[in-house]
Nanobody, 130 residues
Framework: VQLVESGGGLVQAGGSLRLSCATS????????IHWFRQAPGKEREGIAC????????????HYGDSVKGRFTISNDNALNTVYLQMNSLKPEDTAVYYC????????????????????WGQGTQVTVSS
């Protein structure tokens, strides 16, 4: 199973970026995808997650307090891709962004901890200039 993040880059404060997390060889019928980020010298932080089941049910989409109202996570099952739309970016959003996946449905994905994710991408750098 591979997760490949893309869409990172350099943007000015107030700008937007859309990150993509493309999956391969993952049974996408039941899945939980979580975006994490890690800034230099800081612990990795979970920022947004989404979960869907094979019967079409969607779990509760969760956002961390630091990104709530600015970031939106979405799921394109047909493309096996999860997106993170990031608006109103701030310099403190500068970090390496990772997506992580688990091949299970989790209604409250915000409760899922880092070690419970089986698959991780390589990360994509987001830099927000002031």
């Amino acid at each position: 199973v591979q997760l490949v993040e893309s869409g990172g880059g350099l943007v000015q404060a107030g700008g937007s970026l859309r990150l993509s997390c493309a999956t391969s060889d993952l049974t996408f019928d039941d899945h939980t995808i979580h975006w994490f980020r890690q800034a230099p010298g800081k612990e990795r932080e979970g920022i947004a997650c989404i979960s869907s089941s094979s019967d079409g049910s969607d779990g509760h989409t969760h956002y961390g307090d630091s990104v709530k109202g600015r970031f939106t996570i979405s799921n394109d099952n047909a493309l096996n891709t999860v997106y993170l739309q990031m608006n109103s970016l701030k310099p403190e959003d500068t970090a390496v962004y990772y997506c992580a996946a688990a091949n299970v449905f989790t209604y409250f994905c915000g409760s899922r901890l880092e070690y419970e994710y089986d698959y991780w991408g390589q990360g994509t750098q987001v830099t927000v200039s002031s």
